[in-house]
């Protein structure tokens, strides 16, 4: 099992910057994919960004050149920084981790972006 806590969230007007961090504990060995989700309310979970172990990263074209996803496979975590934040982007930020092709969720954190 692999449990993931997410932290960083929070209230930022539109335009300023948040970095979200995701750390993983438990069967924490050969993780492969990490990455971040987003719910907006009435909406369903989308994909925001994904890293592998070695790094290749994947992007959804809402968040291109404003979000960046980065790891420390040594801490077993995963990090989001917004940047440019957009009141479309207030949503839940969930941390997602795949092991085994098992995926684990975290429970979440309330990102809201002001106008």
């Known amino acids: 099992q692999v449990q993931l806590e997410e932290s960083g969230g929070g209230l930022v007007q539109a335009g300023g910057s948040l970095r979200l961090s995701c750390a993983a504990s438990?069967?924490?060995?050969?993780?492969?994919?990490m990455g971040w989700y987003r719910q907006a309310p009435g909406k369903q979970r989308e994909l925001v960004a994904t890293i592998s172990r070695s790094g290749s990263t994947n992007y959804a074209d809402s968040v291109k050149g404003r979000f960046t996803i980065s790891r420390d496979n040594a801490k077993n975590a995963a990090y989001l920084q917004m940047n440019s934040l957009k009141p479309e982007d207030t949503a839940v930020y969930y941390c997602?981790?795949?092991?085994?092709?098992?995926?684990?969720w975290g429970q979440g954190t309330q990102v809201t972006v002001s106008s």
């Open positions: 997602y981790a795949d092991r085994f092709r098992l995926g684990y």
């Open positions: 438990g069967s924490t060995s050969s993780i492969n994919i």
